[in-house]
């Protein structure tokens, strides 16, 4: 086996270890974008906990194998980059397009979101959802909201009453 061969196949069990590891990722296509801007997008990445991949198309598409549906092997041409999300995709979503809208140089081609394959035209859906602990904290207001309103009320003619008492004391 040549050094070459050996190489390429380490790169794919790397690359299979990554999709193995996250449930939700985006694939990317670059094209026209500069260093700079790339150094930039990767600080930004790593920022907020993501990973960044730009990869070759064969050795992804060997290291899907058959875990992933044919419309998302399909994507794989022209330059392709690999944004990944072990939590919080939704937040990788947004961090992507207001890069892309910032720059102009990033296009989303298609994504898996907690192993659901997503198509191009429904990124802007995604990324302009809330985040998954936001949601969470809204539920808990809203199941906390009835009983703090009861208690609420039940205080009132208890603080009534106290009102009236030091007006009481206050006129004699």
């Known amino acids: ?7 390429k196949e380490q790169q794919v069990s790397e690359i299979h270890e990554f999709f193995a590891k996250h449930d939700s990722f985006y694939l990317l296509d670059f094209m026209k974008m500069p260093v700079s801007l790339a150094v930039e997008f ?23 194998k058959e875990d992933f549906s044919d419309d998302l092997k399909s994507q794989f041409r022209g330059p392709t980059a690999i944004a ?10 947004r961090l992507i397009k207001d ?14 979101i907690e ?17 998954k602990d936001d949601l969470l904290a809204k539920l808990g207001f809203f199941m906390a909201y009835p009983i703090t309103t009861f208690l609420r009320t039940w205080q009132a003619p208890l603080n009534s009453v106290g009102s009236m008492l030091d007006q009481l004391k206050s006129k004699k």
Do not use: D
């Open 115 to 131: 192993g659901q394959f997503l198509e191009e035209e429904r990124f802007p859906e995604i990324a302009k959802l809330t985040s």
């Open 42 to 64: 990767r600080k930004q990445i790593r920022e907020n906990s993501y990973s960044f991949l730009v990869i070759k198309n064969r050795l992804a598409l060997r290291a899907l």
């Open 1 to 7: 086996m040549n050094v070459n061969r050996a190489k």
């Open 84 to 93: 990944f999300a072990q939590e919080n995709p939704i937040g990788l979503a």
């Open 99 to 112: 890069f892309s809208v910032q720059h102009k140089v990033l296009s989303v081609k298609c994504g898996i």
